[in-house]
């Protein structure tokens, strides 16, 4: 394939000169440079050439051109207002050559061209040009692979054409939307996010074989680590990556909030509202993605009835995998049988009362799932990866998890057939199972996998790729048997057995009747106490070696004897001093094809199976784990992964996984790493990838006109009519993220408007409160340089800290501390917090970064011999050491957040009596004595005025956001006008903080400030100051909230756009038309709010086939100006229960339209969601806001 992007230096026009190995023909396409749509007529001479040189001559007698660059492959174009984005892969390496001449490639290299586009002379404001220059940011390079010419986004080998993909894992799904739309499907391959990795190999005979691992990670739920946990709208989990088996975090609804600012605890939050919702839809995909092809799996049934009958006439074969009959259930749906194991690697015990509620939750969405979906094979397997380690270490804990996957695996079989030349006889099936493989190839089964183990941890990182690995290993080994490879040492292979049959354990595939051990049997528990023993239980003996007649020939050095104890017969080879069950083939060397037992390597230890696999094949196996898992944890988290050191239990001390993986010293850091890259730039990642994948394109380009969306349905897998709420709004990611949960129940809204009350706590002027973030990176920015500074002799002393009495710059360091955390806290926010009072050692993990913190710098002082001004906080103490014992009393003593500034204030009270009584004149005295607590006196006697400095901050940051809410819920109601709401907030602060400098003048006459003592003039001093300072932002911040809409508009050229463009300019912004659409529920729509002007609620995007879609009306950038809603009847209120009960509709309701215009997103959705069937109500009447423009 070559791609060449061509630029006319006479018109500045911009063609695509495309050649692909697909076809013998050259295209010419064009990019339009008024709105950016891609031409292409088909035209012989005019845009079709038969070679790339032809029209490339073509260009070059229309105009001079020059090329701005050449690619090997085209991944995408997009048109974004007046820029288009021509994505070029610039370099590929052939990953993985697959049979008929398919070649999987890597992208190595990538560029982003930025055509520039006329777009009718408007311009992108400068948000939406620095997001436009975000999109290159997006991680592409060795990350993404795409096939030409065969399907490699289902299990391999794939009977579905090249371009008919699985469009969950195509990336650039959206990219591709102006190729198809110009009719060239296949000049843009479906590009798939994840590793493929090959490894060519030899067996023990010398037969060369090549190991290949695809990884496709989901588009359905993209996003980063803290961003994208759980379910999302399309009932699909984060983190998602499909292999032969799956992995993922925990498909219900649920999150993680991080306390103090990202840098403390990470605790998972299951969501309080239908928390299981969509996780029946997730594994009805799942069902349907792992189950059999219906036509061979009845080929296969018929193929495994005649071996029963062979098999009884005295022929044995090998049935394993023609089980999967694919028997339908009552409703004739093959794929609710098939089976779905969850290995659930969270801890289950009480240390981590987070993930083991996530557990419990875990197993109750399966519970519910299944009893939904008629009793279908889901199930959930709990195995605490990190508790098993801890008490039987690693070698334990995998032997463990063989233990309990060895049921499971076998029951799902793998997929064994052979691909050869030659058109597929799919007509008249018989028991021919076979499908066709691009290249006129074709693919006869011998059997197919029937199923699917799923694997999860939190993240689905590290302990689920521990463990994927080795189950893979198990996998590994009868996928080569199934295939006749001798994988195995043939001397290490018969000391195995020998050593394991000896114990008695056999195959350890199965009981005494030959059956597979039901799972349910394998109590975790005893597991975790007597894993051994579980491994050794009896088993099937079906893989035994005939037994001995006694008259075979045996070759020299070799003996036969019969073991007392079972009957059997052994055999002894002098010549090697070695002991087999297996009889040796006349060479001497025993024949492992004979006696390998189905799925053999379940029931041996990590050492044995060690011993047994060839280190060539185990070494490069670990390898593209490793590979594996660093490269979706750097998707995830921008971080290796961690735990890796594990995959090299089965190289032995010759492997190279110590040295090249992330071992035990190295996590902490990667665990460091991770944290700061996440909570630094997790949303900034967000938002590139959302852009790449063409999501929420109205927030990110609200002004911007972008001419293709992605419109195409995700087949069959999203399932989209198999919903268990059918009148479940759909959510964007940013709703979500805010806890805002689908309303839509009776109680949704009992008046005409609904505010946001309490629960939003947002502040009138904006939705993001700017200002507290403002205020918090103001004052960490100022205390860093003030810290910097004062070590300078330019720095002016009297901003110096004072030493007895009175005020300066840096006396205000950790006041401003204490006052920004609590300002995000809990309390302050009036929320619920987690418990009544934490535990002791919680509060110690809680405080345990900024204890470290403290007690290095106290260490680091010490030892470098560091000057340290005793009159801060004493000779050991320091700032770290005090905010880690505030948080120590903040966990231990729990207050009611109305008790918050009383409480505040009576410590406050009785800590400035004891000051007054003589103690602040022991903490100001030069001289003290040489005992611990003199030498820190002035920290230690210090923290109670810090306490009380704590909890009034709390308190008075409680006040903040509590008047901010009821300002907004006034201007809800519409009794305020948003103005006015805004102004008495303002007002009310300014009052706030007068009230306390007079309370700081009072308390200063009767004893000045001091910082050494914290006495109560200096602690109101630190609250009238930082309230004083969040003041003044909140007013730049409604300052700039009441701007941005002419900044906008003067962005845009508005106001000084003479003639035409002034009045395309007014037309573009102030002209709005209104429609009028009546919209069936569900209504198929994803609503967001609008990133800038005043509150509105905006159409985001259209589910394909939706309701709305089909209503033909509804647009995508369409504000909601008011909506039909619910409200109950003046006089009605307490009668809805006797004249609404029964078969009747209720009659003490009725039908309204509601303003939307300057609500909060959640008050619109509460009004959306109040149309509900209990009051007979099944539709939904939108009136559309729409921007008129000239084009």
């Not at 200002?771 to 920015?781: D, H, N, P």
């Not at 005020?807 to 809990?826: E, H, P, R």
Request: neutral net charge.
């Amino acid at each position: 394939m070559s791609i060449i992007l061509t630029r006319s230096k006479a018109t500045d026009q911009h063609c695509l000169v495309t050649s692909l190995s697909t076809r013998e023909d050259t295209q010419l396409i064009l990019i339009d440079p008024e709105d950016g749509r891609l031409k292409y007529s088909n035209s012989p001479g005019i845009d079709t050439f038969s070679c790339e040189g032809e029209a490339l001559d073509f260009l070059a007698d229309v105009d001079p051109y020059e090329i701005l660059e050449r690619g090997v492959a085209l991944l995408g174009y997009a048109a974004i207002g007046s820029a288009g984005l021509v994505l070029l892969a610039t370099r590929t390496r052939p990953a993985a050559a697959l049979p008929g001449g398919h070649v999987v490639r890597l992208v190595t290299e990538s560029r982003w061209v930025n055509v520039p586009l006329q777009d009718g002379g408007r311009r992108l404001t400068p948000e939406e040009a620095e997001r436009v220059d975000m999109v290159p940011n997006f991680s592409l390079n060795n990350a993404h692979f795409y096939c030409e010419t065969a399907d490699v986004s289902r299990g391999f080998p794939s009977a579905r054409p090249a371009g008919a993909p699985s469009w969950e894992f195509v990336w650039n799904r959206w990219l591709a939307t102006p190729l198809r739309a110009a009719g060239l499907p296949a000049h843009c391959p479906h590009l798939l996010q994840g590793v493929v990795e090959a490894r060519t190999l030899q067996d023990a005979t010398g037969r060369r074989f090549t190991l290949v691992l695809l990884a496709r990670r989901s588009r359905l739920h993209p996003g980063m680590r803290y961003i994208a946990r759980g379910l999302n709208a399309l009932a699909s989990p984060g983190n998602e990556i499909d292999f032969l088996w799956r992995r993922g975090t925990v498909p219900i609804w649920w999150g993680v909030e991080l306390r103090s600012g990202g840098v403390g605890e990470a605790n998972i939050v299951v969501s309080p509202s239908r928390p299981y919702r969509g996780t029946r839809r997730y594994f009805r995909r799942l069902q349907k993605r792992y189950a059999p092809d219906p036509a061979v799996a009845s080929a296969l049934g018929a193929a495994a009835e005649a071996a029963d009958c062979a098999a009884s006439s005295g022929n044995g074969v090998d049935g394993g995998g023609a089980e999967e009959g694919g028997d339908a259930d009552e409703d004739g749906d093959a794929s609710l049988r098939v089976p779905v194991a969850c290995i659930n690697l969270l801890r289950c015990n009480m240390q981590r009362k987070d993930e083991l509620l996530l557990s419990e939750h875990f197993a109750e969405g399966v519970r519910r799932a299944r009893r939904r979906c008629a009793g279908a094979p889901l199930r959930v397997l709990n195995f605490d990866w990190h508790g098993m380690t801890k008490d039987l270490r690693e070698r334990g804990a995998v032997e463990g998890l063989w233990a309990l996957l060895v049921s499971i695996v076998a029951e799902g079989g793998v997929s064994v057939g052979t691909l050869e030349p030659g058109e597929c006889r799919r007509s008249g099936f018989g028991t021919c199972a076979e499908t066709p493989w691009p290249g006129g190839w074709r693919a006869r089964w011998e059997a197919q996998q029937r199923g699917c183990v799923r694997f999860n941890c939190a993240d689905s990182l590290d302990r689920t790729n521990a463990a994927s690995y080795f189950c893979a290993v198990q996998v590994l080994a009868e996928q080569c048997r199934r295939l006749g490879l001798n994988i195995e040492s043939p001397a290490a292979a018969a000391a195995a057995t020998n050593g394991a049959r000896e114990r008695g354990g056999g195959a350890g595939q199965g009981n005494s009747n030959g059956k597979p051990r039901d799972p349910a049997a394998l109590d975790i528990s005893s597991i975790h106490r007597r894993v051994r023993d579980l491994m050794l239980a009896k088993g099937d003996r079906s893989g035994d070696p005939p037994s001995y007649s006694g008259n075979d020939t045996l070759p020299a050095g070799w003996e036969a004897r019969k073991d007392a104890a079972s009957g059997r017969t052994f055999f002894i080879d002098h010549n090697t001093r070695a002991t087999t069950w297996d009889q040796a083939a006349a060479n001497g060397e025993p024949a492992p094809a004979k006696t390998q037992a189905k799925w053999g390597l379940f029931g041996l230890s990590v050492d044995e199976v060690r011993a047994r696999l060839r280190s060539d094949l185990v070494a490069a196996h670990a390898e593209v784990f490793l590979i594996n898992g660093d490269m979706n944890s750097a998707l995830y988290t921008s971080s290796r992964a961690m735990h890796s050191a594990v995959l090299g239990l089965l190289q032995g001390d010759s492997g190279g996984m110590a040295k090249s993986s992330v071992g035990r010293l190295q996590n902490l850091s990667v665990s460091v790493q991770r944290r700061w890259n996440n909570v630094l730039s997790d949303a900034t990642r967000q938002v590139v990838v959302e852009m790449f994948l063409g999501l929420r394109l109205g927030a990110h380009f609200p002004s911007a006109r972008i001419p293709y969306t992605d419109d195409l349905p995700l087949e069959g897998e999203s399932d989209a009519g198999d919903s268990e709420e059918s009148d479940e709004p759909l959510l964007p990611p940013a709703a979500r993220q805010a806890g805002m949960e689908p309303l839509a129940s009776e109680a949704a809204l009992r008046s005409e408007a609904r505010p946001a009350a309490r629960s939003a706590l947002l502040a009138v002027s904006c939705s993001q409160k700017r200002y507290v973030s403002w205020y918090r990176g103001a004052t960490l920015l100022c205390t860093c340089v003030a810290i910097l500074a004062v070590d300078f002799t330019a720095f002016p002393r009297r901003f110096a800290k004072s030493r007895t009495y009175g005020t300066s710059v840096m006396d205000v360091g950790v006041g401003c501390a204490i006052f920004a955390s609590a300002l995000v806290a809990k309390e302050a926010r009036q929320e619920a917090p987690r418990a009544a009072r934490a535990g002791i050692c919680t509060a110690l993990r809680q405080s345990a970064t900024l204890l470290a913190l403290g007690g290095a710098r106290a260490l680091l002082t010490q030892v470098t011999d560091y000057s340290v001004n005793a009159a801060e906080y004493g000779e050991h103490c320091n700032f770290y050491l005090i905010l880690a014992v505030l948080s120590l009393l903040k966990a231990r003593a729990r207050l009611p957040p109305r008790w918050l500034l009383p409480a505040g204030a009576a410590v406050a009270a009785m800590h400035q009596a004891a000051l007054s009584a003589g103690l602040i004149g022991v903490i100001h005295a030069e001289e003290g004595g040489s005992s611990l607590l003199s030498r820190n006196k002035e920290g230690v006697f210090s923290l109670p005025g810090y306490w009380a400095l704590s909890l009034m901050s709390t308190g008075l940051a409680r006040l903040v956001h509590g008047s901010a809410a009821a300002a907004a819920a006034a201007a809800a109601r519409g009794s305020l006008s948003h103005g006015r709401a805004l102004r008495r907030w303002l007002l009310r602060l300014a009052c706030t903080d007068a009230v306390l400098w007079v309370v700081y003048a009072v308390l200063a006459a009767m004893q000045p400030a001091s910082r050494r003592a914290c006495n109560a003039a200096y602690a109101a001093w630190l609250l009238a100051l930082n309230l004083l300072l969040l003041l003044a932002l909140a007013c730049v911040d409604a300052l700039c909230s009441a701007l941005e809409p002419a900044l906008d508009q003067l962005a845009s050229g508005g106001p000084f756009a003479a003639g035409a463009d002034a009045e395309a300019a007014g037309t573009a912004h102030n002209r709005f038309e209104l429609l009028s659409v009546t919209i069936r529920k569900p209504l198929g729509l994803v609503l967001a709010e609008a990133p800038a002007g005043p509150r509105s609620v905006v159409v985001e995007s259209i589910a394909e086939g939706g309701n709305a879609a089909k209503s033909g009306i509804v647009r995508v950038g369409d504000f909601i100006n008011r909506c039909s809603a619910t409200v109950l009847k003046a006089g009605k209120d307490g009668e809805y229960e006797r004249e609404g009960y029964g078969q009747r509709p209720y009659d003490n309701w009725e039908t309204v339209m509601f303003d939307c215009k300057d609500q909060d997103f959640k008050t619109v959705l509460a009004a959306i969601g109040s149309n509900n069937e209990r009051w007979g109500i099944n539709k939904v009447t939108l009136e559309l806001r729409r921007p008129v423009t000239d084009f």
